[in-house]
């Protein structure tokens, strides 16, 4: 049956089907650390093509008021050139369900389909306009032999600007659902300045002499998997992880500030490890960071994930941190501190606002600058928390290059907001 005549079947006839035949599951990430509806947006990564195609940013990933269940919806904004795919890891149908379910609307019409491959003949799809309905995939329109991802696709090529918004993204079983219970929400998204997560700048005087003096230097980031970029090619898999220092948080504000001072010659450097507390990071500044770093360098310091969800307090990050600068000042002051990503549920979530309150302790105390980047996942509450991941505390390099824009104003003054859109 093609989409088109399944979706008229399930809007309009609704032949033997009701809701008391029908359950409804959202997806669920591979290793079962989220949900669909409660971590709006993560897992579901943009394929952003080859290096070449990532910057400028053409796919971009927003949670948004605009929904038809539980207060928060995806906001897919794609740009002129953008492929419009969407890819979300899944190895097989899952059993008992009838097929893949979604609630859709856009800025403009848009032909869509659910299909495995982005290169697969096109010979289904469905019409999306300017109202929310129901759309339901059957696992029969789609091709599962050797299936590994779902992949969500504007079929015709973008031209213009298109907003595309998805919620209650999952599956129904047995069969589909012709009318279940929605609650249709709007309202204006609430939006954060970078104002409000950047601190120090005073302490970066160095580094913006340098900047208007179109001098080079080097950025060099010590932190944890969230530098080490892991998880930041899911969706774009044509870019291995290790190629992908550019289109991490770090290596966008290198590349911003370049655009900004007008002139190129500033260099993102990953000194990083999956997993590492800050007291394992302690541990390899002598040997692995100050051979990469002079006193013309401004370093990048960010941790805390992994010091949190092993059990340390806020306060006790604080104190490994400050050895870590310590040494670090033996070499350049130039120093910016940046906090850690937090995923719901989970103890960095929970301490957050301690989180925040730590930053700006250590900027006042130690002298440098801080972004505080866990502000940033978590000041519209924890529907909201998880649109710029790929997995837990993992951003994609769409996640990346957007916490990149937000941190870059300590050094060109121009202030954001976020969400953009």
């Not at 990933?61 to 928060?72: I, K, L, P, Q, W």
């Not at 944890?224 to 291995?240: E, P, Y």
């Amino acid at each position: 049956m093609k989409l088109h005549a399944f979706l008229a079947c399930s809007l309009v006839c609704c032949i033997g089907a009701s809701a008391a035949d029908s359950s409804f599951a959202p997806l669920v990430g591979p290793d079962g650390s989220f949900d669909s509806e409660k971590n709006t947006g993560e897992w579901f990564c943009p394929d952003l093509g080859t290096a070449a195609d990532i910057v400028p940013l053409k796919t971009k990933r927003f949670a948004t008021r605009e929904s038809v269940t539980g207060g928060v919806g995806m906001k897919l904004v794609f740009e002129p050139g953008s492929n419009g795919v969407i890819a979300y890891e899944r190895n097989g149908p899952i059993p008992d369900t009838a097929g893949i379910t979604f609630y859709a609307k856009a800025s403009k019409p848009v032909r869509f389909r659910v299909c495995t491959n982005k290169n697969q003949q096109v010979t289904a799809s469905v019409a999306i306009d300017a109202e929310w309905k129901k759309y339901d995939i059957p696992w029969s329109d789609i091709p599962t032999d050797g299936m590994w991802q779902l992949i969500f696709q504007v079929v015709d090529p973008i031209k213009e600007r298109t907003t595309l918004f998805l919620d209650r993204v999952g599956v129904e079983g047995p069969q589909f659902d012709p009318n279940p219970a929605i609650d249709k929400q709007s309202g204006v998204d609430t939006t954060i300045s970078s104002k409000e997560i950047l601190h120090g700048a005073e302490h970066l005087a160095k580094t913006l002499a340098r900047l208007k003096a179109k001098q080079p230097f080097k950025i060099v980031a010590l932190g944890d998997s969230i530098s080490a970029g892991a998880q930041s090619n899911r969706g774009t898999w044509s870019v291995k992880i290790e190629d992908g220092v550019p289109f991490r948080y770090f290596g966008h504000v290198a590349r911003l500030l370049e655009q900004h001072h007008g002139y190129t010659g500033i260099t993102p450097v990953a000194v990083a490890h999956g997993g590492w507390t800050t007291k394992q990071l302690l541990a390899i500044v002598d040997s692995e960071l100050m051979p990469q770093v002079t006193a013309d360098d401004l370093v990048v310091l960010q941790s805390g994930g992994n010091d949190i969800n092993g059990g340390a307090t806020p306060a006790q990050w604080k104190a490994a941190l400050a050895e870590v600068i310590a040494k670090v000042k033996t070499r350049t002051d130039q120093i910016l501190v940046v906090s850690t990503t937090a995923s719901f549920p989970g103890p960095v979530y929970d301490q957050a606002d301690a989180i925040s309150a730590t930053l700006r302790e250590i900027v006042a105390e130690q002298k440098v600058a801080g972004a505080d980047v866990t502000r940033l996942f978590t000041y519209r509450g924890p529907e909201f928390a998880s649109a710029l991941f790929a997995n837990p505390y993992h951003p994609d390099f769409m996640g990346h290059l957007m916490i990149g824009r937000m941190i870059a104003p300590i050094l060109t003054g121009k202030h954001v907001e976020f969400p953009e859109e």
